[in-house]
T-cell receptor
Framework: SQQGEEDPQALSIQEGENATMNCSYK?????LQWYRQNSGRGLVHLIL?????REKHSGRLRVTLDTSKKSSSLLITASRAADTASYFC????????????FGTGTRLLVSP | DAGVIQSPRHEVTEMGQEVTLRCKPI?????LFWYRQTMMRGLELLIY????????DSGMPEDRFSAKMPNASFSNLKIQPSEPRDSAVYFC??????????FGPGTRLLVL
């Protein structure tokens, strides 16, 4: 089964508003990553946060990680129509030769 | 760098036919991953290679699927014989480590 579960499954907002997506996972991790997928395209890496970090920023993106709750959130501030895409969290386990496990994704629609 | 290259971009075939999907990873990346994405099951890791060696093929659905990486610049995924339930988008991704992955544009496969 997939490691990450994202919430909400779909989100619809207006341009300029903030979008928050959440990800929960089950086992201990080395890092957690967020990816974006535009319709009909491959996934694009957005940001990586390590297990010993609590918050990270990249442009309009802000990611938080709470390892005690096994959860992460992705905040997109001042959203734009071009942010319309599906967003996936992915976790890398912290033992052995681990593989990146992707969540179910949140579909974000930003209307002009 | 051209990024990860996949071919063909679209494939339509009839049940029972052999299908070959191809991938050229980013030069210098030691890891190569094959994923399958469907609406029902989301993004599934099929197999991944490290330095051309298959490390984990536990995601390969059944013996009809096989993947090879004869050298650092090429991998293929074969389905023989193909079935309608194999219809999906197949992604190849490469990575310099087990962390950030770089995805190709995908091959959209339809088996009739």
């Amino acid at each position: 089964s997939q490691q990450g579960e994202e919430d909400p499954q779909a989100l619809s907002i207006q341009e300029g508003e903030n979008a928050t997506m959440n990800c929960s996972y089950k086992t201990s991790i080395n890092n957690l990553q967020w990816y974006r997928q535009n319709s009909g395209r491959g996934l694009v890496h957005l940001i990586l946060i390590r297990s010993n970090e609590r918050e990270k920023h990249s442009g309009r993106l802000r990611v938080t990680l709470d390892t005690s709750k096994k959860s992460s959130s992705l905040l997109i501030t001042a959203s734009r129509a071009a942010d319309t895409a599906s967003y996936f969290c992915a976790t890398l386990g912290d033992t052995g030769f681990q593989k990146l496990v992707f969540g179910t994704g949140t579909r974000l629609l930003v209307s002009p | 760098d051209a990024g990860v290259i996949q071919s063909p971009r679209h494939e339509v075939t009839e049940m029972g036919q052999e299908v070959t999907l191809r991938c050229k990873p980013i030069s210098g990346h030691d890891y190569l991953f094959w994923y399958r994405q469907t609406m029902m099951r989301g993004l599934e890791l099929l197999i991944y290679f490290n330095n051309n060696v298959p490390i984990d093929d536990s995601g390969m659905p059944e013996d009809r699927f096989s993947a090879k990486m004869p050298n650092a610049s090429f991998s293929n995924l074969k389905i023989q014989p193909s079935e309608p339930r194999d219809s999906a988008v197949y992604f190849c991704a490469s990575s310099p480590s087990q962390e950030t992955q770089y995805f190709g544009p995908g091959t959209r496969l339809l088996v009739l």
